[in-house]
């Protein structure tokens, strides 16, 4: 295959199905979605087979199981796949919305109204659910996807593509408004970071070699973070039994997903009324658990090394410190942290504002699980990643996000003096 040529093309087609999308009614973008679901569902015996040899290839490869996990498709997470198109469709369309409006004693009214980015590129690794998500939610924005999934779940990916195509093809939409690269050769991915002419924006989904690549080489803007390097803070205030329930579930309900807990620190006023309840709960259920100062005395830790503080482990490891106070909290996230999601745990509303005012990360929460880092339990049906950025976007990307917008200015033979 001649990769440029390919990618031209590709790149050719996803323009001008973007200029009709631009247009399209909002019915005609939720019947395409939810005959895209409908397809998903009744093609899920050959997705699942698709997904066998995915996982025949990761398990060659060597992927970890933390990324094994990534890729897996079963019949629960296929209708989790259909859900999420389903919820998608049910948004309102974020197209032509009015986003403010104001008249100026000159005469003139004016309004600021939502419009489709254009072309969106999306660069992912191992989850295969992410074609769905990603294009699913650019044909909700009105934007032409092109889609590049990872070589692990190439066969997944296009087999959840064709019901893509298939609900566009319902729906009269042209067919190349989501496209997915059809090959694994990365120099498909150098193609798309310099596609100035034809992509709009990139948004990679994946590993820190991944995203550090694109954010490096790329010559399209790019929406992204680099690391979900998410900390939980047990504060001195803290409910003991709901720091345990919250802990356990920030680490452990699934570790290879960016939302997943990395560092928990302990206020030491906590670790001395209390000890730390969770570091046992989370021993038990097979986390290493690495751990400084006092914490690394406990049963069952090991010492932690400078490094661990930082690092994006995405598997059964947790880095674990004792500080003193919300503020000395607040200053080891903003050194190690990655501006993801933090948490925190209190019954004191001081201490959680004085949080929420002083870390600058995208997605803040405080007595709940970094695990709802997620633009489906933001209520946005689904989410084309996290952005860390302050530029465009930030935190979960869905369709609202996936606009820009223009100015509407009308007046009555207004002129300016």
Do not use: H
């Given at each position: 295959m001649d990769i440029k040529a390919e990618m031209q093309k590709i790149g050719q087609a996803a323009k001008a199905a973007s200029v009709e999308l631009a247009f399209a009614s909002s019915a005609q973008k939720e019947l395409a979605l939810n005959a895209a679901a409908d397809a998903v569902w009744e093609q899920?015996?050959?997705?699942?087979?698709?997904?066998?040899?995915?996982?025949?290839?990761?398990?060659?490869?060597?992927?970890s199981n933390a990324m094994m996990d990534r890729l897996m498709l079963d019949e629960p997470r296929i209708q989790g796949i259909v859900d999420g198109l389903r919820s998608v469709a049910l948004q309102p369309d974020p197209v032509g919305a009015v986003?403010?409006?104001?008249?100026?004693?000159?005469?003139?009214?004016?309004?600021?109204?939502?419009?489709?980015?254009?072309?969106?590129?999306?660069?992912?690794?191992?989850?295969?659910?992410?074609t769905a998500d990603a294009g699913g939610l650019c044909l909700k924005s009105g934007n032409a996807a092109i889609l590049r999934g990872g070589s692990e779940s190439f066969h997944s990916s296009t087999a959840i593509h064709a019901c893509l195509v298939s609900g566009l093809r319902a729906a009269g939409l042209p067919e190349s408004a989501i496209q997915l690269v059809p090959t694994r050769d990365r120099a498909a991915v150098s193609e798309m970071l310099t596609m100035v002419d034809y992509i709009?924006?990139?948004?990679p989904r994946g590993g820190k070699g991944l995203v550090g690549l694109v954010q490096r080489e790329a010559r399209v803007p790019v929406f992204a973070h680099l690391e979900g390097i998410c900390h939980v803070y047990v504060d001195g205030a803290a409910d003991v039994e709901m720091a345990r329930k919250v802990v356990l579930n920030a680490k452990c309900r699934r570790t290879?997903?960016?939302?997943s807990a990395e560092t928990v620190l302990i206020d030491k006023a906590f670790f001395a009324k209390h000890a730390a309840p969770f570091?046992?709960?989370?021993?038990?259920?097979?986390?290493?658990?690495?751990?400084e100062g006092a914490l690394a005395e406990l049963t069952g830790t090991?010492?932690?090394?400078?490094?661990?503080?930082?690092q994006e482990f995405l598997d059964m490891i947790?880095?674990?410190?004792?500080?003193?106070?919300?503020?000395?909290a607040i200053e080891h996230i903003r050194i190690f942290g990655s501006n993801h999601t933090d948490a925190i745990i209190t019954q004191d509303d001081a201490v959680a504002?004085?949080?929420?005012?002083?870390?600058?990360?995208?997605?803040?929460?405080?007595?709940?699980?970094?695990?709802?880092a997620d633009g489906g339990e933001f209520g946005m049906g689904a989410e084309i990643g996290i952005a860390t950025g302050k530029l465009h976007a930030r935190g979960p990307v869905g369709a609202a996000q996936l606009t820009s917008f223009k100015y509407l200015v009308v007046g009555q033979g207004t002129t300016r003096p």
């Open positions: 899920r015996d050959v997705i699942i087979a698709a997904n066998a040899k995915d996982m025949e290839f990761g398990r060659n490869k060597g992927l986003l403010a409006e104001w008249d100026m004693p000159s005469g003139l009214n004016i309004r600021r109204v939502a419009t489709p980015l254009g072309v969106i590129g999306v660069i992912y690794e191992s989850r295969p659910n992410v709009d924006v990139i948004v290879g997903i960016c939302g570091i046992d709960d989370m021993l038990k259920a097979g986390v290493e658990v690495r751990a090991v010492k932690a090394k400078a490094d661990d503080f930082g947790i880095a674990a410190k004792l500080v003193d106070g919300v503020d000395q504002a004085r949080f929420f005012q002083r870390v600058d990360s995208a997605i803040l929460m405080r007595n709940a699980s970094t695990q709802f």
